[in-house]
């Protein structure tokens, strides 16, 4: 029958034909094209298709009986198609266990709608169903546990709820029952119904006789005490090695109790108190699993909310979390671990910049493991962290959109309202964007969700906004707001609540109700956490000293104290608290009767809404009056010609105009194009602080995402062009805004200014500026730096356009010379087998690092010079603990994988300008240049941190591996270079007898 369709190449043949007697017990045919299959199924009887796809089904069922899993998804969609002939009761249960398989295959690959499409397919209309619960219970729980877990992800709450309540009253497991409350406590506190949520959990939790007390139960100084006692059992040294919890039960109530801990913290932040201590006492009795990376960090957020912490039981806590989570959890677990890391944890001695790595992480592992809920937390949580970081809020705001519209999707409450709120304070500061609605308005939708937690962290953001732009009564109902709900972020150690003393004090200044022990209370606090971290809460501890010594009459401290905490805020990038300290020093200097010196914080304040890009609050500012961070002053016009003339680079020149002209303006896009043969022709294009320099010239014409049209009539008539979105849309620039609109900028919303180069008359080049999405940009008072620039850039590209003409005078010595450079390109390449040979004798081939001969060359080098010239070095040796263990174990395969594992660390941990090398077997050497004893120390503790997390998998199993460390630093006393290494020979083993894994170092 299908000798038709394969002679006319419609069914293509697998197999080898031998003879012209074709066998099909030992051949398989497929279609030639997708289409194909559907035409030959079009011609098939209608009343037959139900059985062929039954025994395409079965037959796809027979072949893969091995592994049914791999064609699970086509074999079900068979057997769906011919389901009524599954008409035995022990088929149709073998097909909803076919069903729940390929169904967590399409969820595992991200596809919940297919993988719950499949599901409800297997359910609908399948009479087994009637006495599943009693016939199959195992099968009946996978059945519907799975169908509630997909409702839940497609954002079918109701829907999830009814098969999860279905589930739990038919089933007799009280582990599966538990986890059926956990399943349901998720899915309520996605759906923002908190009271809820904590109900249900309180209902599994009595299953195993947990009780926990009511909210008002509890006061803070009773859980103080019981965060304290909890402490006492633990050492925090020994978080990172607790035992395995393997307890069932005890894995179902902690379970139970971190799904009970977000609707806890965002409407029962004293409950939430309650749960992390029981969480933590379990972990303390019973060992942990994947899932303590919540415990953790919880635990730590209470300490410090009740000052009980330092720094190094923080990091402590972040290192074990993050073992723990790795090496012990699932993607789900790490999720939910990095989410809390980057919320509880990082800022306290961190820069807090980098939770945002953490959060991103959490979204990665949310997704990829299907924990959506906390795929949309790390986008919140990132949102407020970046804000309150300072990021560019013309950066920021499409960040959030995108946030907002992943949140929407998942239907996820708490993610929605965090971010509409935060995006509605950062419209209002930037002008990018409209809010729908009033503040007001979404914080009663907030209220209505019970989302205290949002409405404290929006709260404190709006405190900022209303701090930056002196506005008494935005900081009078923040800060209300910001008193009744802030103890929702204060639990759980959140960043805002860092911010929260200095933010404050400075509202009750401005209020003139700032009291002794408000102010007191913000300098304890940032006294401390700035001695766990400087770069966050110096500029913070600065601040409130400033307003101490205002409040004592100490004009010089105060004056020295603002400028200060000016600098430190600046420094770090943090914008708007440069912007609040602006506004302070400017308010005092004004109630002292002393305008100049209020104008010169004026323009502080201005320049930094300026880098925040709070472009809308300083166009809404009462102050008109021109002042920019970087004012026109003789000595900056000086500073910049001297800097552009020094040039003799074509390079290095058209590099700094542009940061010059990027760090004055905040252009998000430049473009520098200079005149050549009276063409225009691309030189430097920079964009978002990215520069790329084209050697050689582009012209024009070739170039993407650039105005070509106003370019060429800025460089015609040599005036300098100014356009947003008004210039635009009123089509008043020179009749080319509709060419602009439609063919260069598309849907263009912000500014841009484009400047012509001349010099005596000719042109020279043009300049092109950018910011895409703020249409007050390139004002005023910025304009006539951005015309002197261009007008120094113009004589110095000229100055070194008249330098080229007379280097081409000498073209004619260089074509003589032309010989000698075919000799010394003759010896190039001799020159470079030497230098291959070379690195071949000073390389070790397993691990590509420098071998002994290399390193003792560079060690003797850096003695010499130390001896000459007094530069400090040091050398680190390291061994690998126990490898003969691991050889003798895993075997010398696994041994060498371990041995470029560790060179791999030294790639991230080693400077440019230090050495690593393999000496021998498992042992390593660095040489540290330039370099003091605690340098030297931190570099190696990190590292030895970074090897004791790593490991490597061999055979399918995981392989951990430690080092020992000695350190020997460079002493004038060393006659030879050999006293160095073996000095450093002797702290490595005394490391070794000191229990290994650990870092010593050696003394003379």
Not at 67 to 80: A, D, G, M, T, W
Not at 510 to 534: C, F, G, H, K, M
């Amino acid at each position: 029958q299908l000798l038709p369709a394969i002679n006319d190449e419609f069914v293509v043949v697998e197999a080898n034909i031998k003879s012209p007697i074709l066998d099909e017990s030992n051949m398989r045919f497929h279609f030639i094209h997708d289409r194909v299959q559907e035409v030959a199924h079009r011609t098939l009887d209608p009343s037959s298709r139900a059985k062929v796809h039954y025994q395409l089904g079965t037959h796809l069922l027979q072949q893969a009986t091995a592994n049914p899993e791999v064609y699970s998804i086509r074999i079900v969609n068979h057997l769906y198609r011919g389901k009524q002939f599954i008409d035995t009761r022990v088929e149709q249960r073998e097909f909803l266990g076919l069903v729940i398989n390929a169904a967590k295959k399409a969820a595992s690959a991200g596809a919940f709608a297919e993988a719950l499409t499949i599901v409800h397919q297997g359910m609908h209309e399948n009479p087994c169903l009637d006495d599943l619960w009693s016939v199959d219970p195992e099968l009946a729980y996978q059945v519907y546990s799975e169908r509630g877990e997909l409702e839940y992800l497609n954002s079918n709450f109701e829907r999830a709820e009814y098969f999860v309540r279905q589930a739990i009253g038919n089933t007799d497991s009280l582990l599966d029952k538990a986890s059926l409350y956990t399943q349901w406590v998720q899915q309520a506190t996605l759906n923002a119904d908190y009271q809820k949520a904590v109900n249900v959990a309180r209902e599994g939790l009595a299953l195993f006789d947990v009780s926990l007390p009511e909210e008002a139960q509890l006061s803070t100084a009773a859980l103080r005490c019981n965060v304290s006692d909890s402490l006492d059992s633990l050492s925090f040294n020994d978080l990172a090695h607790l035992p395995v919890l393997t307890d069932k039960t005890q894995q179902a109530i902690l379970a139970l109790l971190i799904a009970m801990g977000p609707p806890c913290y965002r409407a029962f932040p004293r409950l939430w108190s309650s749960v992390v201590i029981a969480q933590f006492k379990l972990i303390s009795a019973y060992g942990a699993n994947g899932a303590t990376g919540y415990t953790l960090p919880a635990i730590g957020g209470l300490m410090v909310n009740h000052q009980l912490a330092d720094s190094q039981q923080i990091k402590l806590l972040y290192d074990a979390t993050e073992r723990l989570t790795r090496k012990r959890g699932d993607t789900s677990a790490q999720s939910m671990g990095f989410l809390m890391m980057g919320s509880s944890l990082n800022h306290w001695f961190r820069a807090q910049r980098l939770a945002s790595d953490d959060y991103m992480a959490a979204y990665r592992c949310g997704q990829q493991s299907g924990n959506l809920q906390y795929a949309v937390y790390g986008f919140g949580h990132d949102t407020y962290c970046r804000f309150f970081s300072g990021e560019s809020l013309s950066e920021l705001v499409p960040r959030v959109e995108h946030y907002l519209e992943y949140a929407m999707q998942r239907g996820n409450t708490w993610g929605i309202d965090l971010m509409t709120g935060a995006l509605g304070v950062m419209y209002r500061l930037s002008g990018i964007g409209h809010f729908r609605g009033s503040f007001e308005q979404h914080v009663a939708q907030a209220e209505a969700n019970h989302n205290h937690q949002v409405l404290a962290i929006l709260s404190c953001m709006r405190l900022i906004e209303g701090l930056v732009g002196n506005d008494r009564i935005i900081v009078q109902k923040s800060l209300e707001r910001c008193e009744r709900y802030i103890e929702h972020i204060s639990v759980q150690g959140l960043l805002p609540m860092a911010h929260w003393p200095g933010l404050r004090a400075l509202a009750l200044s401005q209020l003139e109700q700032l009291d002794t022990d408000s102010l007191n209370v913000a300098i304890t606090r940032y006294q401390t956490w700035a001695e766990w971290q400087p770069d966050n809460f110096s500029h913070w501890l600065t601040l409130m000293r400033a307003e101490q010594a205002r409040r004592q009459g100490d004009m010089p401290q105060t004056l020295e104290d603002y400028d200060a905490a000016l600098r430190q805020a600046q420094k770090q990038g943090q914008w708007h608290t440069a912007a609040m300290i602006a506004t302070r020093a400017q308010h005092y200097w004004q109630s002292k009767g002393h305008p100049g010196f209020a104008s010169e914080y004026s323009s502080q304040r201005h320049h930094a809404m300026e880098r925040w890009d709070a472009i809308e609050l300083i166009h809404d500012s009462e102050r008109k009056t021109r002042s920019t961070g970087y004012a026109m002053s003789m000595d900056v016009v000086i500073e910049i010609a001297q800097a552009l003339s020094a040039f003799t680079e074509h390079e290095q020149l058209v590099s700094e105009v542009s940061r010059i002209l990027v760090r004055q303006t905040g252009a998000q896009r430049l473009a520098l194009l200079q005149c050549e043969d009276d063409e225009l022709k691309l030189v430097m294009d920079v964009e978002h602080h990215l520069e790329k320099y084209f050697e050689p010239s582009v012209r024009l014409e070739h170039v993407n995402n650039l105005p070509t049209e106003m370019i060429r009539h800025v460089a015609r008539v040599k005036k300098l062009q100014h356009i947003n979105e008004n210039t635009l849309t009123n089509r008043s620039w020179h009749n080319r805004a509709e060419d602009i609109k439609r063919n260069q900028l598309g849907e263009f919303s912000g500014s841009a200014v484009t400047v012509p180069l001349v010099y005596l008359g000719d042109l020279v080049g043009v300049l092109y500026l950018e910011h895409s999405r703020n249409r007050y940009a390139f004002n005023d008072r910025q304009m006539p730096i951005v015309e002197f620039i261009a007008a120094q850039a113009a004589i110095s590209i000229r100055n070194l356009d008249l330098m080229r003409a007379l280097a081409r005078e000498g073209e004619a010595r260089a074509e003589a010379e032309m010989r000698m450079r075919f000799a010394d390109a003759e010896m190039a390449s001799h020159d470079k087998v030497t230098k291959q040979l070379q690195h071949l004798a000073n390389t070790d081939a397993l691990t590509q690092l420098p071998n002994r001969r290399f390193f003792m060359s560079e060690l003797q080098q850096s003695h010499d010079l130390f001896k000459r010239k007094g530069h400090q070095a040091a050398v680190v040796m390291m061994d690998i603990d126990s490898f003969k263990v691991i050889n003798d174990r895993y075997g010398h395969s696994a041994g060498d994988e371990v041995l470029k594992a560790l060179a791999k660390q030294f790639n991230h941990a080693v400077r440019m300008n230090d050495i690593a090398a393999r000496i021998g077997g498992e042992e390593f050497a660095l040489l540290i240049r330039d370099a003091d004893m605690p340098q030297v120390l931190a570099i190696a503790e990190r590292l030895r941190q970074a090897i004791e997390l790593d490991s490597i998998v061999h055979s399918g199993e995981e392989v951990d591996y430690t080092v020992s460390i000695g350190i020997s630093l460079f002493e004038t006393q060393d006659d030879e270079f050999e006293s160095i290494l073996n000095r450093a020979d002797r702290a490595l083993y005394r490391a070794k007898s000191l229990g290994k894994n650990r870092v010593c170092h050696g003394a003379l």
